[in-house]
């Protein structure tokens, strides 16, 4: 299984930007994808998850401001970043549990990194 990420830029505060995910692979389901963010500390935050059923969790943060949606059928998930600030710079990755091999496991994509300038 492998992970591909794209959407990452420079952007002004402000402005928008659209992240996507999408799974390769021998895949039968996928029970939840999900973007995280990786900052100074070199922690990974999570940013949002969808469910297979379309649940979605955002972080305090970035409420009202991003939509996480998922295509089941490609195997992708979008993060459409709006009102973008400084501090939402960072490496963002996205991660898959799905099965592949019989049981569920997590895949992380590459990172692809958003830079906000103020």
């Known amino acids: 299984v492998q992970l591909q990420a794209s959407g990452g830029g420079l952007v002004q505060a402000g402005g928008s930007l659209r992240l996507s995910c999408t799974a390769s692979?021998?895949?039968?389901?996928?029970?939840?994808m999900g973007w995280y963010r990786q900052g100074p500390t070199n922690q990974r935050d999570l940013v949002a998850s969808?469910?297979?059923?379309?649940?979605?969790n955002y972080a305090d943060s970035v409420k009202g401001r991003f939509t996480i949606s998922g295509d089941n059928a490609k195997n992708t998930v979008y993060l459409q970043m709006n009102s973008l600030k400084p501090e939402d710079t960072g490496v963002y990755y996205c991660?898959?549990?799905?099965?592949?091999?019989?049981?569920?496991?997590?895949?992380w994509g590459q990172g692809t990194l958003v830079t906000v300038s103020s």
């Open positions: 991660k898959q549990i799905l099965d592949a091999a019989g049981y569920y496991a997590q895949y």
């Open positions: 692979g021998n895949i039968r389901s996928i029970n939840t």
């Open positions: 969808i469910t297979y059923g379309g649940r979605t």
